[in-house]
C-alpha cells in the first residue's frame, strides 16, 4: 500500500442503479456473483476506450493485449486478488464457474502465483460489508480499481410513470493512477460501466 500511494492517485463516484443485474441474477442457474457483474462491465468498457487500460513501465504507458482483472477477495487476515483471464473475451455466463472457483480457492488460501499475476484493474465490493462508499486503492503495478458500495432503497423518478418509484441505487468510485489517466477519462469510464450494467443481459 505504500507504494500504491507514492503515486498521484484520485478518485470518482458516481450512483448506478442495481435492480435490472438483480433481477437478471435471480433467472440465471448458477447465479453469477454479484462482482461478476461489475468485472464484466468494467472489461468491456476498457475495451471501447482502451487509452485508460495503460499502465507505466518506467515513463513509458504500455497497454495490455488481455483484459485480465483482479477481484478483491476477503480472507481470515485480509485481502487477497485473483485475477480472472480474458474477461473482455467470455460471456457473463461463461465466466461463473471460473470466477466462483477462484474466489473459493483464495478464501481457502489455494491460490498459485500465476493466479493473482498479470492484471490490469481490480474490482472490490465493500458493499458486502454495509458500506455505501469509500476510497479504494489500486495495487501498485496496476492503474485502476473499481469499487461499489452496498445497495440503498431510494425513490428514483420514473418518466413512464411520472412519479417517484423505489430503487436500488449503490455507489460506484473508480480510483485510477492520474499519471496515466486524467479525471475526463476516468469519468467517462465509469458512466459507460454504470451504463453497461443497465443491460446485464448483454454481459
Do not use: C
Request: aromatic letters at 4%; proline letters at 7%.
Amino acid at each position: 500500500m505504500r507504494r500504491s500511494w507514492t503515486r498521484p492517485l484520485a478518485t470518482v463516484g458516481l450512483p448506478v442503479l442495481l435492480d435490472r443485474v438483480l433481477d437478471h441474477r435471480r433467472e440465471q442457474s448458477p447465479k453469477p456473483g454479484p462482482t461478476l457483474y461489475l468485472l464484466r462491465a468494467l472489461a468491456l468498457a476498457l475495451t471501447e476506450q482502451p487509452m485508460t487500460a495503460g499502465y507505466l513501465i518506467g515513463e513509458r504507458v504500455v497497454h495490455p493485449r488481455s483484459f485480465d482483472i483482479g477481484v478483491a477477495v476477503q480472507v481470515e487476515d485480509g485481502v487477497v486478488v485473483p485475477t480472472v483471464r480474458e474477461v473482455d473475451r467470455k460471456s457473463l455466463s461463461e465466466l461463473v464457474a471460473e470466477y466462483d472457483d477462484l474466489v473459493d480457492r483464495a478464501r481457502r488460501r489455494r491460490l498459485t502465483e500465476n493466479d493473482s499475476r498479470g492484471g490490469i484493474a481490480t474490482v472490490t465490493n465493500f458493499g458486502t460489508f454495509g458500506l455505501t462508499t469509500g476510497t479504494p486503492i489500486p495495487l501498485p503495478n496496476e492503474t485502476l480499481i473499481l469499487g461499489i458500495g452496498a445497495g440503498r432503497k431510494t425513490p428514483v423518478w420514473s418518466d413512464e410513470v411520472e412519479a417517484f418509484i423505489p430503487a436500488t441505487e449503490a455507489q460506484l468510485l473508480l480510483t485510477f493512477d492520474h499519471r496515466v489517466v486524467d479525471g475526463g477519462g476516468a469519468g467517462v469510464l465509469l458512466k459507460r460501466v454504470a451504463a453497461l450494467l443497465q443491460h446485464p443481459e448483454n454481459l
